[in-house]
């Protein structure tokens, strides 16, 4: 059977090269391609410096819009973009309303900024380690180790420990969090 491509212009997931986020995001505007990439803004201090950091929200992907039949080959030769996503002959579409959705939280540029300064009686999850989706409270903050100290309920009892700062989150950046159930709210 034969699988006819749409002629429409749709949304597809690119694989970008690292590093190379920037380069390809200005080659596909250059060819007039629709794109959107998500990034979250925070500030990060390094060395008593405070620096502005942007990063993807999907490492290494972007969105871009565009009509896989005629244009296919100018996307996957675009320097900065590794390939489309796919699957052997097939090319996943990304929902018209999964894009909307990305654009109502983090707008039409795409950049969303956060706090992502701690503050003590933080509300956090887990979310890498063996504590991975637990709450907790953060009780402090050890900024040369770039971790904090953590009030979290385990076996029954309240206990204290350090989780690097990576390994939270925030209130604010749990956009794409799973959802615990009811009883964890």
């Not at 998500?38 to 060395?47: A, E, N, V």
């Not at 097939?90 to 990305?102: S, V």
């Amino acid at each position: 059977m034969e699988k006819r491509w749409s002629e429409e212009s749709l949304w597809y997931c690119l694989s970008i090269h690292p590093k190379k986020e920037k380069i390809a995001v200005e080659n596909l505007k250059k060819e007039n391609i629709e794109i959107y990439f998500p990034q979250l803004c925070y500030s990060k201090t390094r060395g008593g410096k405070v620096s502005r950091v942007l990063e993807p929200l999907f490492p290494g992907y972007l969105f871009a819009k565009f009509n896989l039949y005629s244009k296919l080959i100018l996307v996957r030769s675009t320097k900065g973009i590794k390939t489309v996503v796919h699957f052997g002959f097939n090319y996943p579409i990304i929902p018209e309303c999964f894009i909307h959705e990305l654009k109502m939280h983090f707008g039409a540029e795409g950049i969303k900024t956060v706090q992502k300064r701690i503050e003590v009686g933080s509300t956090i999850t887990i979310a890498k380690g063996p504590f991975q989706g637990f709450p907790g409270i953060v009780q402090g903050y050890v900024p040369a180790k770039e971790r904090v100290r953590v009030l979290l309920e385990w076996l029954g009892r309240t206990v204290q420990t350090e989780i690097g700062i990576k390994e939270i989150e925030l209130n604010d950046l749990t956009l794409f969090k799973k959802d615990l159930g009811p009883s964890d709210h």
